[in-house]
């Protein structure tokens, strides 16, 4: 019975007060809205880079000069790596074949054709159980005399370094970035309920004469700000399931490869979705609660 | 105690001692129902002054020394010129701040040590009419007069009952829809009384609750306000209406720049000149 009390009170305030509670309810929609599309995004760029990293292949290249023996003894130490687990799995990629996997790659194959030779090495391609562990494979094998002295041992270490540098620049700018709007929404929300106090500060004074507890002022206040912060948060996972009805689901029809479509589901939606919710009536909480201490001292 | 009804204004048919003693038992029966009260129940004096001062600033002097008792069931009027501080002395019982000497006690309750959370039950317990009437301006008047009793956590039902009755008692059953600023004065100031008593406080302070009201509508509010007395309650009128004062004939306490200068029973505005 109180609580039906308080909410009425609070949606009293909320009427009387209706175009500051639209400016806090939007903020929060918008809010909201960008942590919502942020989420996503960035687990799917998160996870494509972690599976990114798991393609991450080793390429020992070897040597045009290397004798049947040296190439059999780099075999033999692969075979020992992949025994201990090290290696996942190996294959031998011969020139040829090399530049048919080339071919299969690039946009436009008819440039190989004006190629006067196969410029392209041997090579074994390893791959590895755990890519961190790639240093210590190329390692061991690094002086065997059937790797090519220039071309070496080719792993990912750069390809994911920056991979890994994009991942972690997107993350931190969008953290700022949802810090910042979170925070605005928080202020927005204060903001509203200070209005809202200041509107009131004459029925509060008299609240208190006739016998209100501080709470019990309190309360609807409270409720209002976390209203403010429902609404908004709600009216943004709405936008946000048209938008992945409309255009991400779209997109994900025509990605052509199984690993996007499972990336870019990566959070079901509805879990999302309350996320969102959640984090909108929290929103709403802190702004009233802190501008409840500052100015309703009572 | 006065025990003589007054010449006039009286209620329409004097009640007999019997019906008097009824409603005093329901009176009590109703405000035992606010458990949080902090007023220590007994027929003990409802509030004691003792040498208490109030200095607003160094040259602004609300109260200076005032000692007197008031006993429960009594009707006192709170006399003297604007200034003088009779809502200084208002303002002092129900807390709204603490005197700069002495010490007050409410219903057996030092308010020097009755600590700041429970000054909203105090407020609970004393019904306050203020001079400026101090209603909720966006609220009806049966909203106004239900916050009190929703600010103690009557239940709805309850409200839904109490509200129309004393809506009735004031004679604002037909204005219970309207809002403050829909209506004239004294029914603002009856509004402000209903909601003062709707919880049947034991004591009931009215800050000049006929000021500024045409001489019928003031007869009106007196009535009330003495029937209200009949029922037990302890009643302290502010006012300077020298001829309600005069009509009536209660015990008068007349102030003058914050100083007590008479105390007397059945009394008239005026020290009667021997
Ligand atoms: N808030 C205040 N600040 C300073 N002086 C005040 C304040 N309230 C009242 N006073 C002074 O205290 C004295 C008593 O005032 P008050 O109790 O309101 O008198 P009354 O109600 O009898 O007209 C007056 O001189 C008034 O000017
Ligand atoms: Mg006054």
């Known amino acids: ?298 | 105690m006065s025990t003589d009804a007054p010449s006039t204004p009286t209620e329409p048919d004097t009640p007999s001692s019997r019906v008097r003693e009824r409603a005093r038992r329901r009176g009590e029966s109703l405000r035992s129902s606010d458990r949080r009260s902090v007023l220590r129940p007994g027929d003990g004096p409802m509030v004691i002054l003792d040498g208490v001062s109030k200095e607003y600033t160094s040259d602004a002097r609300g109260l200076d020394d005032v000692t007197l008792s008031i006993e429960s069931g009594e009707f006192v009027f709170l006399v003297g010129p604007s200034g003088s501080g009779k809502s200084t002395f208002i303002r002092l019982l129900i807390k709204e701040f603490e005197p700069t000497a002495g010490s007050i006690t409410v219903g057996g309750r030092n308010l020097q040590r009755l600590r700041r959370s429970k000054v909203p039950y105090l407020r609970r317990s004393i019904g306050c009419v203020f001079q400026d009437y101090k209603l909720l301006a966006g609220r009806t008047v049966y909203e106004n007069v239900a916050y009190a009793l929703q600010v103690i956590g009557e239940n709805p039902r309850s409200t839904r009952r109490k509200v129309p009755e004393i809506l009735a008692l004031v004679g604002l059953s037909d204005k219970s829809d309207r809002y403050p600023n829909e209506l004239s004065g004294g029914e603002q100031q009856r509004v402000s009384i209903a909601r003062a008593f709707v919880n049947h406080p034991r004591l009931l302070i009215a800050d000049e609750p006929t000021g500024n009201l045409d001489p019928e509508t003031s007869i009106g509010i007196m009535q009330l306000l003495y029937r209200i007395n009949r029922t037990g309650t302890t009643v302290i009128m502010a006012t300077h209406d020298r001829e309600m004062v005069d009509k009536m004939q209660m015990r008068v306490i007349a102030l003058e720049n914050g100083k007590v200068v008479r105390d007397q029973r059945q009394a008239s505005y005026a020290r009667a000149d021997s």
């Open chain 1, 1 to 298: 019975m109180r609580v039906r009390f308080f909410f009425a009170e609070a949606l009293r305030s909320i009427r009387a007060n209706a175009a500051v509670s639209v400016a806090a309810t939007v903020t929060v929609l918008i809010a909201v809205f960008i942590l919502g599309a942020f989420i996503p995004s960035f687990l799917y760029v998160q996870s494509t880079v972690d599976s990114q990293k798991n393609r991450l292949d080793i390429r020992a290249y070897i040597s045009d000069s290397a004798t049947v023996s040296q190439v059999n003894g780099l075999k033999t130490q692969l075979d020992a790596l992949q025994a201990n687990g090290q290696v996942a799995s190996y294959t031998y990629v011969s020139a040829d074949e090399g530049l048919e996997e080339l071919r299969g790659r690039l946009q436009d194959p008819s440039i190989l054709d004006e190629l006067p030779s196969n410029p392209l090495p041997a090579k074994f391609t390893v791959i590895p159980s755990d890519p961190e562990q790639s240093d210590q494979i190329v390692a061991s094998l690094q002086d065997s005399p059937a790797i090519d002295e220039e071309l070496g041992i080719d792993y990912g270490e750069e390809t994911a370094d920056k991979l890994l540098t994009v991942a972690r620049f997107i993350q931190w700018a969008g953290l700022g970035l949802i810090s910042i709007l979170l925070v605005a929404s928080i202020l927005l929300i204060g903001n509203t309920i200070r209005l809202s106090i200041f509107a009131r500060r004459r029925e509060v004074e008299v609240m208190k004469l006739v016998g209100a507890t501080n709470w019990f002022i309190r309360w609807p206040f409270v409720i209002e700000g976390i209203v403010c912060g429902l609404i908004g948060a709600a009216l943004a996972v709405g936008l946000l399931w048209a938008v992945k009805i409309t255009v991400v689901d779209t997109w994900i029809q025509g990605a052509d490869s199984a690993l996007t479509r499972d990336e870019a589901t990566a959070i079901a939606f509805p879990l999302l979705g309350l996320m969102l919710i959640a984090s909108g009536a929290i929103v709403g909480a802190l702004g009233s609660g802190i501008t409840l201490r500052r100015f309703l001292k009572v």
